[in-house]
């Protein structure tokens, strides 16, 4: 089971709102200027007590320096901001940010410290080491940090922290640490095209073939004339043959409902990432995003639901809005890990339309998850199973009995799914473009199969 990674450590956490409203920002004397007085004050008080000038006169630059450089002294403490790029952000693709010192004083900043910590999904160059700086007064400078998202999700550029001495370094500004800054990654679509036609149909209109007679441009047969026909369906081959008009009869089009169903009751293996290994989530997830893109460019409603303590759901819609609020909606799916939650009230059959493809995604590492989807399946919904369990994953070596603890583990899992088939449920493990064809074209044979009543 892999667990949520941890932030680096490279800044220091950023302070409480209300102190900050208490103290505000404060500058203190460095220890170069403790020195400095120490060492004034020394030579002053000797060449006093013995009766030395020229200790006096070498003390005498120390003091001149120190009043010189304190004789304008800042009043506030700088501005750090976070910016960063994420237009259309996807997995693998390049993060720009930026970390912005102003400095709105009437001096210059003679040395910024910057430091700052990132997601370890947004890897950005040198992000965890520090920055010397140097600001004007009244600019500003910014440092640019550029790198790669490697995961789906949200997450943060940030928090900054900077430290700043002015006065010839004879006092410094308390730490400035301003939040992070947050950054959408999309997770990228694997190919995915499914060519077999629907179940059902609910819509008025539709790319799919309905068993419905209506306008459409899928040809069902020829019939005789009948009063209210349009001429133009006028089948003038027949009726020259026959003597009789004759009208070609056709199915309507209908768009179609999917369901996409996302356990979410457990997480297993490791995700290494856009390039590396792939967890139960992040099939989840990208197997979501690629089936969505599919049916919502074919024009047909997707709606998405969380089989988990929450039960988050997405309503059925078309068009690219509806996509991009799937990809919204995916990137809080995170694995529900209380595994005594009570849900079963937030979940039930009458949250599935009847004439919905139900995808369920699913690892099948809970009995809660069989238990489902042979609920759905006899309640007549047409239910297609997503297998996202990792090929080849394999629990953490604790003892000399892991590894049989590990094929008996596999031996029951496999004993499910062969109870679910002979239930009437089709399982198919993920494998991109083509997945689900096998099973939709059995799916779509059964719906078209009369039911009995």
């Excluded at 390049?94 to 709105?104: H, M, S």
């Excluded at 899928?218 to 003038?236: C, K, M, N, Q, S």
Aim: glycine share 8%; proline share 7%.
């Amino acid at each position: 089971m892999s667990e949520a990674p941890r932030l680096r450590l490279a800044a220091p956490p950023p302070a409480d709102e209300a102190d900050d409203a208490l103290t505000g920002p404060a500058w203190v004397p460095t220890r170069a200027l403790g020195r400095t007085v120490l060492l004034t004050g020394l030579l002053l008080v000797l060449g006093v007590a013995l009766g030395r000038i020229d200790l006096v006169l070498l003390g005498a630059p120390f003091a001149i320096g120190a009043a010189m450089a304190l004789r304008r002294m800042p009043r506030s403490a700088p501005e750090v901001t976070i910016s960063a790029d994420e237009e259309h952000l996807v997995e693998g693709g390049v993060v720009t940010a930026g970390v912005t010192v102003a400095n709105p004083d009437v001096i210059d900043y003679d040395l910024v410290v910057l430091r700052t910590r990132t997601s370890p999904w947004v890897k950005l160059e040198q992000a965890d080491r520090s920055f010397a700086i140097r600001v004007p007064s009244g600019d500003w400078t910014e440092v640019e940090l550029t790198g790669q998202a490697s995961r789906w999700g949200r997450h943060e550029v940030g928090p900054a922290a900077a430290r700043v001495a002015a006065c010839t370094g004879l006092l410094a500004c308390r730490p400035v640490v301003t939040p992070g800054r947050a950054v959408r990654v999309y997770p990228v679509t694997e190919p995915f095209a499914a060519v077999e036609s629907m179940p059902a149909a609910a819509g008025l209109v539709g790319p799919h073939r309905s068993r419905r007679p209506g306008e459409g441009g899928e040809l069902a047969g020829v019939r005789p004339f009948a009063p209210g026909d349009r001429l133009r369906r006028i089948d003038w081959r027949v009726s020259l043959r026959t003597r009789d008009l004759h009208v070609a009869s056709t199915l309507s089009d209908r768009d179609a409902e999917v369901l996409l169903l996302l356990d979410v009751l457990g997480e297993a293996g490791v995700s290494g990432g856009v390039n590396g290994s792939a967890s139960v989530l992040d099939t989840t997830v990208r197997a979501s995003a690629a089936i969505a893109e599919h049916y919502l460019k074919r024009g047909d409603r997707v709606s998405l639901l969380e089989y988990g303590a929450n039960a988050r759901r997405l309503r059925a819609a078309t068009g690219r809005r509806q996509y991009l609020t799937v990809l919204e909606w995916l990137l809080d799916v995170k694995a529900d890990n209380d595994a005594e939650a009570a849900f079963e009230h937030a979940f039930g059959t009458h949250h599935v339309s009847s004439d919905a493809l139900v995808v369920v995604l699913t690892p099948l590492v809970d009995p809660r998850s069989a238990d489902m989807l042979a609920r759905l399946t006899q309640s007549g919904r047409y239910t297609v199973a997503v297998d996202t369990l990792p090929d080849g994953l394999a629990p953490p070596q604790r003892s000399q009995w892991t590894p049989l603890a590990g094929r008996l583990w596999r031996i029951e899992r496999e004993n499910v799914l062969g109870r679910l088939r002979e239930h009437g449920v089709p399982v198919v493990a993920w494998a991109g473009a083509g997945s689900l064809d096998l099973v939709l074209r059995d799916v779509a044979r059964m719906a078209s199969a009369p039911r009995g009543h």
